[in-house]
């Protein structure tokens, strides 16, 4: 990331109006299903945290959580991500992660939540990889149906569980790459009983978005299999911790708790 790049937290009403024109270019969803920054500007007021990166005055991508009170200790849900697309591979949206990891330390949070579509493998890497969160709930049709690139798929989504002080995720945030995925081979849990392993591997199809126009019914097949499997996982005590490519795909890792 260039040392001209700023991070800081939002100030003026402008400044929140400009996370609308990043979204409208980062996600190319029609105006009613973005967040207007009248909602940005109401969650940060209420102790919520809205930030920023920004090149010579341009934002290129915010990062925007509120507080969340339903986990039984101070949390934070992290509800908008968007990097501008010309500013992407810059690393942006990792810096944006730790400077809401360091202003959540501050105020006394040590958890983070958020949620991603399960199918996109370069948010799976970011989640899972870079920032060493886990992924411990899958959420059916999470926003219901919004149309645009999903047509009429269902928004699942992964929610992701961020342990701010988990020595994982303190050596990812000083940039320690993690551990060598173990050699051997991982049962695969497509359908079906959940195998009794303590490692197992699920695959989702690669080439999401893009996928969602071009292959739309296989994709709703692929979404309804993804959906049981993963609900399964889950119910036996798995956790997502890691996301690698295989020759037959893209596959999620998972450890049973």
Known sequence: MSARVVIRELRTTDEFHETFDVSKEAWK?????????????????????????????RMLGFVHGLPRTNLGEPAHHSHLLAVRPEAQGRGLSVQLKLFQRDWCLRHGVRIVTWTYDPFLLKNAKLNLCRLRAVVRGFL???????????????????????????????AAARGE????????????????PVPRAPRVALPFPAGAPGIYRSDH???????????????????????ADGVAVREAGPVYLLTRR
Do not use: C
């Open 177 to 192: 790459a993690p551990p060598p995925e173990e050699s051997g081979r991982v049962p695969v849990a497509r359908s079906g």
């Open 217 to 239: 019914d296989g994709t709703l097949r692929e979404r309804k299999r993804f959906a049981a499997a993963a609900r399964a996982l889950f119910a036996k005590g798995y956790q």
């Open 140 to 170: 059916p049709n999470f926003y219901g149906f919004m149309g645009g690139i999903y047509g009429n798929l269902p928004t699942d989504r992964f929610e992701v569980t961020w342990r701010l002080d988990d020595p994982a995720v303190a």
């Open 29 to 57: 969803f029609e105006d009613r299903v973005l967040s207007p920054w009248t909602d940005l500007i109401a969650g940060t007021h209420a102790g919520g945290m809205t930030a920023g990166a920004f090149e010579k005055g």
